[in-house]
């Protein structure tokens, strides 16, 4: 580090963030460079994002994966090292300090693992610490899996785990989140669909309990939606028990529950997946063909 600037390239992706992109272009300013993929945002995103000093690259969005792997192939880094945020993140400055010391070793891996610490309705959530997402790679070691949504990534060798997390609070509100959970719950649907069909993501091996990583969650997918009866239930009661849920009073009661629906929208978007001429069939056919 020179200056006490942390040699990585954040890349943060953006549509209509004006309500998030600030906080999170302020918590990423120790990092050299960032980066904000933006997918033509009709409010004011790009201006804060200018005005705060980050660099503008703009793309139509297709998928996550997609858009993703076209950042690490086509903008042009100052750095080795990028870090993935997403607008509604901020770093904290222990996770820079750790991510500055992590990469300056010589034996650092192609991959770090960071820990997210989700904010619902104002309060940390216990029942999701600490949903690890592999976030920052060294560059040309890792490409995200041909995954529409919730994408994993994956990277040559075995990867790292932070101690320090990434704080998670969107600032969009309730609406949003409904409008968001169940366009992902569609994507779900198609890739629990061709999961269960026998297409695996290019690139990516086949599901393995024994393994963490994608091939890891794959398996248990997998099992999960073909052997286990009443599986937005047992999602309940797995975050509400099991995850602490209940410790987290009334929110956690309604986040839970919100959980379980959305895994319900899932099964429900998956049985119509079924019949090649329903709606959903027709709206993600070059998914299903793929």
Known sequence: MENGTIPVSAIVLTLDEERNIAACLDSLERLGEVVVLDSHSGDRTVEIARARGARVVQRKFDNFSAHKNWALDNIDFAYDWVLFVDADERATGVLSDEIGTTISHAAARNGYYIAGENWVWGKAMRCIYPNYNLRLLRRGKGRYEDRIVHEHMVIEGPAGYLRHHLVHQDAKGIERYFDRHNHYSSLEAVEAYNLLNGKNSAGIGAANPFRRGPEGRRALKQFAY????????????????????????????????????????????????RDPDSPMSVKYRKYLER
Do not use: H, I, N, T
């Open 226 to 273: 073909r052997y286990l009866p009443a599986r937005p239930l047992f999602q309940f009661l797995w975050l509400y028990f099991v995850k602490g849920g209940v410790l987290d009073g009334r929110l956690g009661w309604r986040y839970c529950v919100l959980r379980m629906f959305y895994e319900y929208q899932v099964s429900l978007k998956l049985e119509e997946l």
